[in-house]
């Protein structure tokens, strides 16, 4: 592996973690809303992208642990914001999808997060946005080729 590399990885890394959390840190600002833990908002994603998923392949598609999931589950489901049904060939198997409150809620934060960049968008130049819009590309890219990598591994 080429150093030069890894000061690049690190350099954008530390980028876009800051971009994360300073949104983070501007939605706490504009909603009333508690902020979910990062993996119950991507379980929720994963839910509503997916509807009828399984604790197994939400785990598998999120790469952690079976009983970690259904933790995350549990906590969803009693906050009224995942749903479980029993599987129609094996009753033991729990279906998930997520209720009309996380709906709301998710579409609520997409919008909110939304609007908090583009008004950070509308401040920079024209070149500066044009180079960002022509990253998303090239960043898409790059997390196919983590995840595949992580699939490898």
């Known amino acids: 592996m080429n150093d030069l590399y890894v000061a690049?990885?690190?350099?954008?890394?530390?980028?876009?973690?800051?971009l994360r959390r300073t949104i983070r840190r501007g939605m706490r600002q504009v909603t009333q809303t508690e902020p979910l833990q990062p993996?119950?908002?991507?379980?929720?994603?994963?839910?509503?992208?997916?509807?009828?998923?399984?604790?197994?392949?939400a785990a598998q598609e999120m790469r952690l642990a079976p009983n970690t999931v259904s933790t995350l589950v549990r906590a969803l489901t009693e906050a009224d914001l995942l749903s479980r049904s029993r599987?129609?060939?094996?009753?033991?198997?729990?279906?998930?999808s997520i209720t009309?409150?996380?709906?709301?809620?998710?579409?609520?934060?997409r919008d909110l997060r939304a609007e908090l960049v583009a008004r950070a968008l509308g401040r920079l130049t024209d070149a500066d946005r044009q180079a960002l819009l022509g990253a998303v590309p090239v960043l898409l890219r790059l997390a196919e080729e983590v995840e595949a990598n992580d699939r490898a591994a």
């Open 100 to 109: 009309e409150r996380a709906r709301k809620r998710l579409a609520e934060r």
């Open 87 to 96: 599987g129609t060939t094996d009753g033991r198997t729990a279906l998930l």
């Open 39 to 57: 993996t119950q908002a991507e379980l929720l994603r994963l839910a509503e992208s997916k509807p009828g998923i399984t604790v197994m392949a």
């Open 8 to 18: 690049d990885a690190r350099e954008l890394l530390s980028a876009t973690g800051l």
